[in-house]
């Protein structure tokens, strides 16, 4: 495959992750900080995201998993994996984590277990999509500057 083919196609998926609601504007911010001296900056935000989130969300699990749950302990881990969600704009998954910090809110334990169910699929679906963004990043090497108007 012809290389500007491939810096298309590797735009074209980065395109798809903005249009499918995947990623939000913090992520191009992260693009930004980019340059030629930390070529892999974004990449390795988002496996230190998925790294520290993969606790989180296993401490969630386990309180889920409590027969009287505590909402205060469900709330705070939940505006902690929120608040790195927003780090790296992952937009769906962080809506999903503000729908749950609402059912908490409410005392819904139902809700709470359904509410994170869709966002571990969130979570997994997103997770999928990096990798093989970034792999095919790194196979077809540097990509020009992150610029506003690409997605």
Request: aromatic share 10%.
């Amino acid at each position: 495959m012809e290389r500007n083919q491939m810096h298309r196609q590797l735009a074209n998926m980065r395109k798809a992750l903005f249009d499918q609601g995947y990623l939000d504007e913090q992520f191009v911010q992260l693009e930004e900080l980019q340059d030629d001296v930390n070529p892999n900056f974004v990449e390795e935000i988002v496996t230190l995201f998925y790294r520290d989130s993969t606790r989180l969300i296993l401490n969630i699990e386990q309180a889920l998993e409590k027969s009287s749950l505590d909402f205060s302990k469900l709330d705070t881990y939940m505006h902690q994996l929120k608040g790195k969600t927003t780090s790296i704009g992952a937009i769906r998954v962080k809506n999903e984590c503000t729908q749950f910090a609402d059912y908490c809110n409410a005392g819904n334990g139902e809700g709470c277990k359904r509410t994170f169910q869709q966002l571990k699929k969130e979570y997994s679906t997103l997770k999928k999509k990096l990798e093989t963004y970034f792999q095919f990043a790194r196979q077809i090497g540097p990509v020009e500057t992150a610029c506003r108007s690409s997605y």
